[in-house]
């Protein structure tokens, strides 16, 4: 409405003046013409040329502009998107609870296929939930099926009620990682040679802390160094990180080493220059070729400072955000994809050959059915001009690149323009719909999305069941880079009492900092939970990736958290009741 009341203004303003675009084209003449430069001046795609004529004419009538774009651009557009995503939003709420009451009325339906008598009310005892859980994908260790259990037994006695039962399936989805230790292959072969004191100090440097700044400082100087053009020092860093590779392999073993992710970049990557350096050398090829070879890996071996950047925990919230809206981004590109799909198919349908690539513009073809993409009308065209004749709907991918071109908005009028000259005016119509399905409703939705899950995922470090499981897990002495509990003697300057059986500065095989399992007093410990720590060799940590499904659920906890309380209270009534709850087991 806002476009079509400047447009009925423009045209009363600059209808009678003279004035015409730098190609000759009257200027603001025809209402539908007005309309449709004045909804591109929106994207601004066409800004300051739509205005230029006019403020050349006069300076004054640059205040039009100024004041439809302030309003239109910046107070209706924005008020659009807020609409828009508010009512997909509230559209969204709707559907996750919907989710939430199936997968409430499922967790109440199995609680009465499991439940035992309990005094007055009903529980579940670990022997059904063991049994339950070997029922469920993927297979877990005795180990990780005590971790949520203890997680569910809020209370410690030994026994699950429905409230607590509620919260299994947000519980199952939470990533536990069991990471079991294993011997050295060193140790296993050469063990005499792998505890002697010179290999114990090796060891040792390269488990420190400070074997890691040493070389995080030298891929700083590699990177450095490759922009410098310093060829011959080329050959130092791949000897040195070759080095790195192999003592660290040596101090963890190959199968630690390769558990993480680092550690296998490195290694294709150095290992590649490796070989591909010694292939060049004998094969005999030039000096440049080999530079050329080594430049390549070691430049890729220097995107390992983007581990540097996980040093500090506000970058690393930034990657892990990223990373865990990955599933997120994916839904909505199959979304775009749709749309682009549809679109392109209509495309395809009205432009087919209308406009054709021949190789070449501006009169360099000898076929003057060549000329002009292959169509007169495009003779004195911006379009053409420009050499946009691949742009066309000839086939699916050509359509593609098109769509894709004008949801970046920059010239989309121009492309625009070019069909219009093919067909009619009438074409602008099937642009103007896809800037408005895709760019106006989609893109905002997806940007506001983002935005939101962003802030979400960025602000909440841990969810709540995610925290409990990492508490029970240091609880039992389990937490990955933990070790058994080990007594001080009085000769070590203690009285038993306990003390980490490794120093602080002390890593992991890929330079994680580890920790001890004594990390408050026994008496902060929670009896009912026992010390695993001597007994069981694996060891856990918590892998942060969230689904789709639950990044939504964290969206509206607040809103959810009323229908939540409902359906506890419902449960309890139910379920205190022994007749209610056999009647209801009876009726499943």
Known sequence: MSIALFSLLALKLFQRRSLFYPDGRPYFKDYFDIYFSLYVLITTANHPDVMMPAYNDNALFALFFVVYTLICLYIF???????????????????????????????????????????????????????????????????????????????????VDLPDFMYLADLLNVGIVEMEETQNCFEKFMPRVYNCVVSQWIRTMTAHIFFRYLFDLLILVNAIVIGLDVYEAEWFFLTVFSLEIMLKIYAFGFVQFMKQAWNVFDFIIIGSAVVGTLYEVAVGASNNSRTLTLDILLVLRVLRLVKLIRNFKKFRGIINTITNLGPSILTFGGVLFAVYYVYAVIGMELYRD????????????SLETQLYCG?????????????????????????????????????????????????????RLYFLLFHLS?????????????????????????????????????????????QPRKKRSKEEGGDGDSKPQFPEMYVDSDH??????????????????????????????IM????????????????????????????????????????KQAAI
């Open 77 to 159: 557009m924005n008020i659009i998107l807020a609409v828009i995503y508010y009512n997909y939003r509230e559209n969204l709420k709707i559907e996750v609870q919907n989710m939430v009451a199936v997968k409430r009325d499922n967790l109440s339906r199995a609680f009465d296929l499991l439940k035992v008598r309990d005094g007055d009310s009903f529980v579940i005892t670990y022997s059904r939930f063991g049994a339950l859980l070997d029922k469920i994908p993927p297979a877990r260790s005795e180990v990780t099926k005590k971790i949520l259990w203890y997680v569910l037994d809020q209370n410690g006695d030994n026994k």
């Open 354 to 365: 209308k406009i054709t690539f021949y190789g070449g513009f501006n009169g360099t073809h």
């Open 375 to 427: 169509n007169s009308k495009l003779k004195h065209s911006t379009f053409y001009a420009t050499g946009y004749c691949k742009n066309n709907f000839n086939n699916i991918f050509s359509s593609f690149v098109v769509l894709f071109e004008l949801m970046v908005v920059n010239q989309w009028h121009i492309l625009t323009e070019g069909f219009v000259h093919v067909t009619s005016k009438a074409a």
């Open 438 to 482: 895709c760019v106006v409703i989609v893109l905002n939705i997806f940007t506001a999305f983002v935005l939101e899950a962003f802030l979400l995922e960025y602000t909440l470090d841990k969810t709540k069941l995610e925290s409990a499981v990492e508490t029970k897990i240091g609880e039992m002495g389990l937490k990955l880079g933990k």
């Open 512 to 541: 994680n900092v580890l920790e001890d399992s004594l990390d408050r007093p026994d008496a902060a410990r929670n009896p009912n939970v026992p010390d695993m720590s001597g007994s069981v060799k694996s060891r856990f940590h």
């Open 544 to 583: 942060k990736k969230r689904r789709v499904e639950d990044i939504l659920v964290m969206m509206f906890e607040d809103e959810l958290e009323e229908l939540e309380i409902m359906a506890m209270a419902a449960a309890n009534v139910s379920c205190t009741c022994p007749c209610t709850c056999g009647k």
